[in-house]
């Protein structure tokens, strides 16, 4: 095994992604004004190369403003790409803002008004060109103005419809411009809206087999969202792994309860994120690693590149963390002594012999409670290893 890099420096092959609105964020917040100017998506590609990162997804109007001309939006285009080829950078994601534009106040697949829909639908097809454009091979899709403050005043059934019309349209649609396309859909409980609908990864992974092409569709988890519904972000990436439904994941983090603070990734919740790093390297999942935070707001310009440097560095830590765990002795041992079974297990599969059998089994239910399970020293261990004292 070859020896691990101690400088935890990032390369490409490591996958890290961040948004045009990561480190573009200006610190805007509902209180205040942004704090720092906003950035040249060119630089952005400079920066992000320079430091090590893989690729850099955007939102249609992250890049093109929302009112350019087409010849406008070619142009930018054009010095973007190059930008890329400059650099070696990918964009490996893609997405649509259907979110802050005041059209958007009230949903824009699930809007109300049926013309509001049809143009958040217009919109998507025209930003999924881009993406495509720009080699995208996810598109994410965060409903963050599809939901309700009044519940008097929508109908929530009708809505998941709505929202369903929408992707079977844009899923034909990829299809039927030949476009290696998949679909990632983001859950996020609340905020901005009151509540938004499919609040959970579990809820899209329970819609998207109602879906036309459930193949063409999986999940993007985000840390923060789940953590904000008190959820278990690495229970929830599970089922999406199991299902085969991990098709991109937003790594941040963020204080339980609070708003969504998209905090650098392990700045918060070192030990949830360990399991999740394990997970996500022990799974072989080889998707982007995409870190969708951003700096403090008070922090300078030149700070959020040190923004960007630390989000990457602790998931490499967490990374060789993982590394650790898998080759210390004694975690193993107990690991293999917490995993022996105190007898055969269940049947694999039902036949009326393995059934029968199972009934006229007796189990000892006292020499079953008694089996000794050491998480007080397996957990202290981890927490030995997460402070650098193993
Ligand atoms: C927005 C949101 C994120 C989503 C982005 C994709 S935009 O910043 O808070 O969680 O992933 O639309
Ligand atoms: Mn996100
Ligand atoms: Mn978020």
Not at 94 to 111: H, I, M, W
Not at 128 to 133: H, K, T, Y
Not at 276 to 289: A, I, M, T
Request: proline content about 6%; some cysteine.
């Amino acid at each position: 095994m070859p020896s691990p890099d101690p400088t935890y420096v990032p390369t490409p092959a490591d996958k890290f992604t961040f948004g045009l609105w990561t480190v573009g964020n200006p610190g805007r917040d509902p209180f205040g004004e942004p704090t720092r100017p906003r950035l040249d998506p060119v630089d952005i590609v400079r920066r992000l190369a320079g430091l090590g990162a893989w690729g850099v997804n955007l939102h249609d109007n992250d890049l093109v403003p929302i009112d350019a001309t087409a010849s406008e939006r070619d142009a930018i285009v054009s010095t973007f790409r190059a930008a890329l080829a400059e650099t070696g950078l990918c964009v490996p994601m893609a997405t649509t803002n259907l979110f802050s534009d005041p059209v958007f106040r009230d949903g824009a697949f699930t809007a109300p008004d049926a013309a509001v829909r049809a143009y958040a639908l217009q919109k998507t097809l025209h930003a999924i060109d881009l993406g495509v454009e720009l080699g995208a091979s996810t598109y994410v899709f965060w409903g963050g103005r599809e939901g309700a403050e009044v519940d008097a005043a929508k109908d929530p059934i009708e809505a998941i419809k709505r929202f369903r019309e929408a992707m079977n349209f844009l899923c034909a649609y990829v299809k039927d411009q030949r476009y290696g396309l998949r679909f990632a859909l983001e859950a996020k409980p609340n905020e901005p809206r009151g509540d938004i609908y499919f609040p959970t990864t579990g809820a899209y992974l329970g819609f998207i087999e109602t879906l036309d092409h459930p193949e063409m569709v999986g999940v993007n988890p985000e840390v923060a969202h789940e953590h904000m519904a008190g959820l278990n972000i690495c229970h929830a990436v599970a089922q999406a792994l199991d299902a085969g439904k991990l098709f991109h994941i937003d790594l941040n983090d963020q204080k339980a309860g609070r708003f969504d603070q998209d905090l650098r990734f392990g700045s918060e919740s070192i030990k949830a994120l360990f399991f999740l790093v394990k997970l996500l390297e022990d799974s072989g999942y080889d998707g982007p690693r995409h870190f969708d935070a951003h700096a403090y707001r008070s922090e300078s310009p030149e700070g959020v590149w040190d923004f960007a440097r630390g989000n990457m560095r602790t998931y490499l830590i967490l990374k060789d963390k993982v590394r650790r765990f898998g080759e210390d002795a004694e975690i193993q041992s107990l690991l293999e002594e917490i995993h022996t079974s105190s007898g055969e297990g269940p049947p694999t599969s039902y036949s009326r012999a393995s059934m029968e059998s199972l009934k006229s089994r007796t189990f000892d239910r006292q020499v079953l409670a008694a089996k000794t399970l050491p998480y007080e020293r397996l957990d202290q261990l981890v927490v030995d290893l997460l402070l650098g004292v193993r």
